[in-house]
């Protein structure tokens, strides 16, 4: 039982201990008339990168990429920040899963 | 009309799985129709309130409140389920008996109930306000939005259809197997949440380590198709897993093991090991 412990102790200092490189790069995707500009963008490989998605559609939208781990709300006329990363060289593609048909995009670590 | 109808569809079947699987385990059980009734209608409320409050959500706590949102209600979910499969643990076997000797339901296992039901009304509450937030961009869309409008409920209805399938087809599992079955089922789906609240948490900045992912087998089973969909929500499938969503994975079940064990033992069934 203490050995669970100590394991328990070990993991939850290994994850939340402070890593030193945070996402320091902006990016920023917009979306309207349900679609994504840029629909391809290029961010560094092997690094935690923040995107600033601004929706400026009236209605909401939600970021969603199951490559990229990630499903975020975004409310109509609104933006939000989307950490991902550090993504191994390689296309990673997204959409807006409420404008699937149109709002489609990629996502290029190199 | 049909892409309303696959993306509420899509929204509704996660929720209606955990229906499902919280119906199959409280089988028997007086009084759990009126909880998971409960449960149901505080989600699509909550579900309401959450959408009507998006943007607030989303701007909190310098725009990671919607994720700080989603890791607390599925970690909430994460410990009612590990009350529940600790409880059933030490009474299982007594009211499975109970059952078998009266023949009807018994009122034993409503304790649970209560915190399966507020496992189900998170559960709607998560993924019904992603439909509330879809079905009202339809509204404000105007001219398209009735064929649209009618996909969505349909959506709805085979949703609902599909939570009675999983029931079905977990009650003809015979009556002595189904307390374990459903606590797999249980421990399972509670190991694939904490995964995902750890992701939420990653995604939000407050987890920074072990964000690489470790494997790829999205050439086996993609999560975008329905069934690779099925398993995500069902036992946690990830296909491109990072190592933070493995750890809190095992952890989970691991922790759900010790902890059921902790409940089963009983000091005057066995011999006191000092």
Redesign the interface.
């Known amino acids: 039982m203490r050995s669970f412990f100590t394991v328990a102790a070990f993991a939850a200092f290994v994850v939340l201990a402070p890593a030193g490189a945070r996402a320091a790069d902006d990016f920023t995707l917009t979306i309207k008339d349900h679609k994504f500009t840029p629909s391809e963008l290029k961010v560094p490989a092997n690094k935690r990168v923040a995107i600033t998605v601004i929706n400026s559609d009236a209605t909401p939208e939600e970021f969603e990429s199951n490559a990229l781990k990630v499903e975020k709300v975004i409310p109509g006329g609104s933006k939000a920040t989307v950490r991902i990363g550090p993504l191994k060289p390689g296309r990673y593609d997204f959409v807006g899963e409420f404008h699937e048909d149109t709002a489609k995009g990629v996502i290029v670590a190199e | 009309m049909l892409?309303a109808l696959i993306?509420v569809f899509r929204e509704v079947i996660e929720a209606g799985l955990i229906i499902g699987i919280v119906m199959a385990a409280t089988r028997g059980v007086t009084s759990r129709g009126r909880w998971i009734t409960i449960g149901v209608a505080a989600g699509i409320l909550g579900a309401a309130v959450v959408a009507i409050f998006?943007?607030a959500i989303?701007?909190a706590f310098e725009?990671?409140g919607?994720?700080l949102f989603n890791a607390t209600v599925l970690g909430i979910a994460v410990v009612m389920l590990m009350w529940h499969n600790a409880w059933m643990a030490r009474h299982g076997r007594e009211i499975a008996a109970e059952m078998r000797t009266i023949g009807h339901e018994v009122s034993e296992g409503a304790k649970p109930l209560t915190a399966l039901a507020v496992v189900v009304g998170l559960a709607v509450l998560r993924e019904g306000?992603?439909v509330v937030?879809?079905l009202?961009?339809i509204f404000?869309?105007g001219t398209s939005g009735l064929s649209l409008l009618t996909g969505g409920v349909l959506g709805i209805l085979a949703g609902a259809a599909f939570t009675g399938l999983t029931y079905a087809g977990l009650l003809a599992i015979p009556q002595r197997y189904i307390f374990a079955v459903t606590s797999w089922l249980i421990a399972l789906l509670a190991a694939g949440m904490a995964a995902q609240s750890a992701?939420f948490l990653?995604?939000?900045?407050v987890?920074?380590?072990?964000?690489?992912?470790v494997w790829d087998t999205?050439w086996v089973l993609?999560?975008?198709s329905l069934f690779g969909q099925l398993m995500h929500t069902l036992i946690g499938y990830?296909?491109?897993p990072?190592g933070?969503q493995l750890?809190a994975y095992v952890?989970t079940l691991?922790a759900m093991y010790?902890l059921m064990r902790v409940a089963r033992y009983r000091p005057e069934a066995r011999p006191v090991r000092a």
């Open positions: 892409g993306i998006a943007g989303s701007q725009g990671i919607q994720e306000s992603e937030l879809f009202y961009g404000a869309q992701q990653y995604n939000a900045g987890i920074n380590r072990m964000g690489e992912t999205s993609s999560e975008k990830v296909s491109q990072t933070l750890l952890g691991v010790v």
